[in-house]
């Protein structure tokens, strides 16, 4: 085979590759944002289709979703003037039936081998060094998209079941409606959302909209905003410490960061739980012998129920009045929700700030959480609530820590956890 062939070759076989690409997570990747973080923060896939107007234009034209798309529209139209008024009635329409996700899928498959150049640019540029999919980066780019089309549809139908039907969910206690839901009030409310969208029903080109626009109406009507809460933290209670990470000299401290999990307050007047402040006093002595140069503590706005504490800004503040430790040494992950999250979301902060990945984490908690996190059980719950492991070579050293290293399948959205995905 002469040399230019041979070139001719080896660039289409690259061609033919780039649209397979099985990379994952960037460093340099820096996530795009559209109007509503909660959207941003649950379904990334349709922020970055926000920022795509040729793929927005070739799904709103395609017959059989836009078909769906009007389905939807009419939905919120005839609510707006029927008579259903029970949550069952004017919700259950919005959520996504095994059968619509069949059809959505198809459709998409079909789009995508048509329209492949479009897809995988989308893909490659955003989905896959977002790190937002993290666990699908092994997949081929025809898979992987409709993985991410998936999470959409376990997201919009969590929220809907939650929010808008009264299904007792993964976490009640602290995850649910603010109202009695099936109570006249709420379904006032509910009958009052479809009339509100349905005056924007006409301005939804995109198949997904209409479902979308229902479930942030519910989170809405129940406050839930938490995920959006402190965002962007980088640029908010982050600032001065994320600024630091990149003068930091990691070979002069033993680990990376000390990371302590929140423990919530059972009163609406307690700040700090007694708990919470045993564990900041055990980390304050740690970041006083020089074990790292950042303190992560993790906790958000969970105990008691609609409580208005988020627990990692308490947690910052008394570290700082009480024990004089710098702003500029502490990071705050004001969205975690358990002591699952604590870790995993500790991690994301690690991973996009720049940390070492090569270097330990410590894990400093009160005895009762590390006998708890030591266990084989806590290892069984990751795996069954987040589907991995949000660390490796976990390794208990005292009563009090457990050294451990971050695990990029942290970043992996989660769309059975709305309030923090």
Known sequence: MNYKLFSILWLSILYALQGQAQTGFQPTYRL???????????????????????????????????????????????????????????????????????????????????????????????????????RFTTLPNNELIVRAWSQYVLGINYIIDQFGLGKKMRYPRIDSANYPVHGRYYRTVLKDICAYLAEQADTMTLVYQPSLAVAMQLM?????????????????????????????????????AIVVPGNGPELTTTPLSPLNKMRLDLVAARYRKGWAPFVVVSGGYCYPFRGPYAEAVEMKR????????????????????????????????????????????????????????????????????????????????????????????????????PLDP
């Open 32 to 134: 795009l944002a559209s109007e509503n973080r909660v959207v941003d923060k649950n379904f990334y896939l349709l922020t970055v289709l926000q920022h795509t107007p040729a793929l927005q234009k070739i799904i709103s034209q395609d017959a059989t979703l836009k078909a769906m798309l009007h389905q939807r529209i009419n939905l919120l139209k005839a609510h707006a003037q029927d008579t259903c008024n029970t949550p069952e009635s004017l919700m259950s329409g919005f959520r996504w039936s095994s059968v619509d996700s069949l059809q959505f899928i198809s459709a998409l498959q079909t789009l995508y081998n048509h329209n492949q150049a479009v897809f995988d640019q989308l893909i490659n540029a955003h989905l896959r060094p977002s790190g937002c999919y993290q």
């Open 220 to 256: 809405d009507a129940n406050d839930r905003d938490e995920p959006a809460r402190h965002e962007p933290m980088e640029q908010r209670d982050n600032q001065k410490a994320f600024a630091r990470v990149k003068l930091t000299k990691w070979q002069s401290y033993s680990y990376a």
């Open 318 to 417: 008394y570290l700082m009045q009480k024990h004089a430790l710098p702003e500029s040494a502490i990071l705050i992950d004001p969205h975690a929700r358990h002591t699952t999250t604590n870790l995993r979301n500790a991690n994301r902060i690690l991973i996009r700030y720049g940390f070492p990945m090569d270097k330990r984490c410590v894990f400093v908690t009160t005895q009762s959480q590390t006998d708890y996190a030591t266990n084989s059980a806590f290892d069984d719950r990751n795996r069954r609530e987040l589907g991995y492991l949000p660390y490796r070579d976990k390794h208990r050293i005292s009563p009090h820590d457990i050294e451990f290293y971050p695990t990029q399948e942290s970043l992996h959205m989660d769309p059975n956890d």
